[in-house]
């Protein structure tokens, strides 16, 4: 799966952590990927439904996620929650070179145009290197609430995208679910850089 297919996951709505529990069950976080610190899962269990590996002329190779092993490719996967009411998902693109790098570095994910009465919050930072965006996009017809980080240097472009079911939130409220989004962002930014983070707020939501 190279970036153009993860984008079509997300405008399509798709409809491990330290700790491996069983086979391809994580929890917590992943780690052990070249320039990122770790990658937080939210409270759950969470199925890896796939993890590739990306060329730099764009070509994928299936592979098998070892948590002990160190990964310095292009890469994608997917997990999928499967403790979850309805579909919860996680979608990662790591990339540092090739055809798909410099295809990122050229596009916003959350200036596309497609649904944008459904994007509930946008943040978009430049700088000379890269950029760095946040949004939020609130889908009833998926009862989903999805989160999307991207961010380019000149070393790695990183995608991260949460998609998450609004049954899981002990309460419906709008207000809440967004705040829960931006907490979850900040940690998720953190735990990027290596610096300490923690999803205990969630047990508030």
Not at 72 to 83: A, E, G, H, M, Q
Not at 85 to 114: M, Y
């Amino acid at each position: 799966m190279t970036v153009k297919k993860f984008l079509i996951y997300i405008f399509m709505t798709i409809s491990a952590s330290q700790y491996s529990l069983a086979g391809n069950i994580f929890s917590g976080s992943l780690s052990n990927f070249k320039g990122v610190g770790e990658i937080p899962l939210p409270s759950g269990e969470w199925e890896m439904k796939s993890f590739e590996k990306i060329s730099d002329a764009g070509n994928f190779t299936d592979l098998d996620y070892d948590s002990n092993n160190f990964y310095d490719d292009n890469l994608t996967f997917y997990l999928s929650k499967i403790d979850s009411i309805g579909l919860s998902a996680t979608t990662v693109n790591l990339i540092h070179s090739g055809t798909e790098f410099v295809f990122r570095k050229g596009f916003l994910i959350c200036n596309n145009d497609q649904q944008p009465e459904l994007n509930i919050y946008k943040d978009i930072n430049k700088s000379i290197d890269g950029f760095e965006e946040i949004c939020i996009w609130n889908n009833p017809d998926f009862n989903q609430v999805q989160l999307i980080y991207g961010k380019c240097t000149s070393y790695i472009c990183i995608d991260i995208s949460y998609f998450l079911n609004r049954d899981i939130f002990k309460s419906k409220d709008e207000s809440k679910i967004f705040e829960y989004s931006l907490l979850l962002a900040d940690n998720l930014k953190a735990a990027l850089n290596g610096d300490n983070y923690s999803l205990e707020f969630e047990n508030n939501f």
